[in-house]
């Protein structure tokens, strides 16, 4: 059993506090913000995330996991803050990094260990954070142990995937390294590769993001390549991956969420020899435009008619918008909107507007103007579905062509039977 500081209770830090806690480590969750703190005081669970309110009560009820709005002391502190990403410079900000290890530094004592789980720039373990800590007067590698040791969970299956993925463990040295395993070991089911270099560590949880993300457009080209010869593009895929050695990804609306997205763009921080992976980005980016184009292509123009975007979360089953590619597609209908409204040589009227309702059931951000399911159909003239909940799989589509003012349904996820919509007098298009 040790003691465990963790630093940053979101995502990645609440269900890696409560696994140690669970684990009989004696932990103490951290957050700069104090209302997690009060409110995980209190019981409540901000994080949605399927199993976890049990998994957090669980350790908080044992008494091994406490929150607390100061840092202290421990055996080993683990850092999960945000390490978030500026989409025009294509900088990633370190600042909670930085302040992370700053926060440590008074309270770091000989023989403690330090591991960064945030994603980050190849790099950083070494250039921004171990500065930070050495302001204890302590170096890292002699006095104190430092490791990046990424984390891999998939959001929708972290509890089961902190527990059984593989880990990597990249110390600054041999020492480092051992430490951190034997901290893992008390819980990982997966097997633990250790590099001593923590540089190494960084760059392997990169390119496994950006493995998934050059994928994924792969996928995304062979689609629009497909709709050129009028093939089913999915059909294909899956036939080509019936070869042992063909693994193409899913085709979509774009890729979103807080990683697949920012990751390949951090490996760019040291090294202008990105090219595939940008092009990569590009060609995921720009499939928000392959579904207004094809709006239009089904609908003829834009103009005063209503499109509702089923799916705002930024994949199936998750309450996370960040990046999500329902929230590319309703921007950029307002930018073809605005397209629309600019002034026209004729001196024309301007024409109405395009109207985007968003329907989610799985979101409950308060500053989306999200809609019911039934007033998202009402009058519509298409339905884009942006995300594959599991509650689309069971859409009536039947009561769709009843509410709606055209037939017309864009299936970006591959959720929906196309020959039941085929049969109530839908336009059915699938990405
Ligand atoms: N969410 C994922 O699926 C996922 C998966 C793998 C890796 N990651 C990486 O893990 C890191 C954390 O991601 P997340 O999704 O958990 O973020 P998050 O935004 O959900 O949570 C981060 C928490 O850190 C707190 N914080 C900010 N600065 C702090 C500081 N100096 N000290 C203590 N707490 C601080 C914030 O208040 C917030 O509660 C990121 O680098 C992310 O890229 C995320
Ligand atoms: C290598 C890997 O597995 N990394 C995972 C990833 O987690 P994630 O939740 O971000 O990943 P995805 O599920 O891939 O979704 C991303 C977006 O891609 C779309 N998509 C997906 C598959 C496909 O075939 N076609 C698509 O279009 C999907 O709809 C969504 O918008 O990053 C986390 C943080 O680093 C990791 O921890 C986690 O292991």
């Given at each position: 059993m040790s003691t465990i500081y963790v630093h940053g209770l979101g995502y990645i830090g609440l269900p890696t506090a409560a696994m140690f806690a669970n684990y009989d480590h004696e932990v103490t969750g951290y957050d700069t913000d104090e209302a997690v703190i009060e409110g995980l005081d209190d019981g409540n669970v901000h994080i949605d995330e399927p199993g976890l309110r049990a998994f957090v009560t669980q350790a908080l009820e044992s008494g091994n996991l406490t929150v607390s709005n100061e840092v202290d002391e421990a055996k080993y502190h683990i850092i999960a803050v945000p390490t978030p990403?500026?989409?025009?410079?294509k900088e990633p900000t370190l600042e909670y990094v930085e302040a992370a290890g700053e926060a440590i530094a008074p309270h770091l004592r000989p023989g403690d260990t330090v591991i960064l789980e945030s994603t980050v720039p190849p790099g950083t373990t070494v250039e921004t954070l171990q500065p930070a800590l050495e302001q204890s007067g302590l170096d890292a590698g002699s006095d104190f142990a430092l490791v990046h040791c990424p984390e891999t969970v998939l959001p929708g299956n972290i509890i089961t995937e902190l527990k059984e993925n593989d880990r990597i463990i990249g110390g600054v040295n041999g020492v480092s390294t051992e430490a951190a395993v034997r901290l893992y070991?008390?819980?990982?089911?997966g097997d633990i590769y250790t590099t001593e270099n923590a540089t190494t560590a960084e760059f392997v949880k990169l390119i496994q993001n950006t493995y998934r993300d050059v994928n994924i457009a792969l996928a995304n080209e062979l689609a629009l390549i497909g709709e050129d010869y009028g093939i089913d593009s999915r059909e294909a895929i899956e036939m080509a991956n019936t070869h042992p050695r063909v693994d193409i990804h899913h085709p979509g609306p774009g890729v979103g969420g807080h990683c697949l997205p920012i990751d390949?763009?951090?490996?760019g921080q040291n090294s202008d020899n990105l090219d595939l992976i940008e092009r990569a980005r590009a060609i995921n980016d720009g499939m928000a435009d392959h579904v207004v184009e094809t709006l239009r292509d089904e609908l003829?123009?834009?103009?005063?008619r209503t499109i509702a975007v089923f799916?705002?979360?930024?994949?199936?089953?998750?309450g996370d918008t960040r990046q999500s590619p329902g929230l590319d597609l309703a921007q950029a209908l307002q930018k073809a909107e605005a397209e629309l409204a600019s002034p026209k040589p004729d001196g024309g009227v301007p024409p109405s507007a395009v109207g985007v309702r968003l329907h989610d059931p799985h979101v409950a951000d308060q500053t989306l103007d999200l809609v019911d399911r039934k007033s998202a159909i009402a009058g519509a003239d298409a339905v884009v579905i942006t995300a594959d909940h599991d509650?689309?799989?069971?859409?009536d589509p039947a009561a769709f062509a009843d509410a709606m003012a055209e037939r017309v349904v864009v299936d970006t996820k591959d959720v929906l039977d196309p020959s039941e919509w085929k049969s109530e007098g839908f336009s059915v298009r699938r990405i």
């Open positions: 990403f500026d989409d025009e410079t070991e008390s819980f990982v089911e390949p763009w951090f490996l003829g123009s834009l103009e005063g799916g705002v979360a930024y994949k199936g089953n998750v509650e689309f799989e069971h859409l």
